[in-house]
Nanobody
């Protein structure tokens, strides 16, 4: 029953940075594994990053390692995705997701709740 709303997307030049936010309501996020996924036009939704319930463990897709950082502030009920050194290939709609069971946090099929998405466009 958690509601997720993403913000912070927009148009940025290659090499630039953006920070996405995912604000949760109705329930606290402390009981959920949280993640970011992205989906480019005509492509499958793909895993980007995940963070465990306490914020102590993170995992990233190989394509974003060293450039993106996922974090969470359970007191603010918010998850973030700091994106640096952005590339045109990062252009996609970015989705925040919550996973209550946490059996396979790298799979989009494991997630119970999704935000509406926020568009990130990286120009050359």
């Amino acid at each position: 029953q958690v509601q997720l709303v993403e913000s912070g997307g927009g148009l940025v030049q290659a090499g630039g940075s953006l920070r996405l936010s995912c604000a949760a309501s109705r329930r606290t996020i402390s009981s959920y594994v949280m993640a970011w996924f992205r989906q480019a036009p005509g492509k499958e939704r793909e895993f980007v990053a995940t963070v465990d319930r306490s914020g102590t463990n993170t995992n990233y897709a190989e394509s974003v390692k060293g450039r993106f950082t996922i974090s969470r502030d359970n007191a603010k009920n918010t998850v973030y995705l700091q994106m640096n050194s952005l590339k045109p290939e990062d252009t996609a709609v970015y989705f925040c997701a919550a996973d209550s069971l946490a059996r396979d946090p790298f799979s989009r099929y494991d997630y119970d709740y999704w935000g509406q998405g926020t568009q990130v466009t990286v120009s050359s």
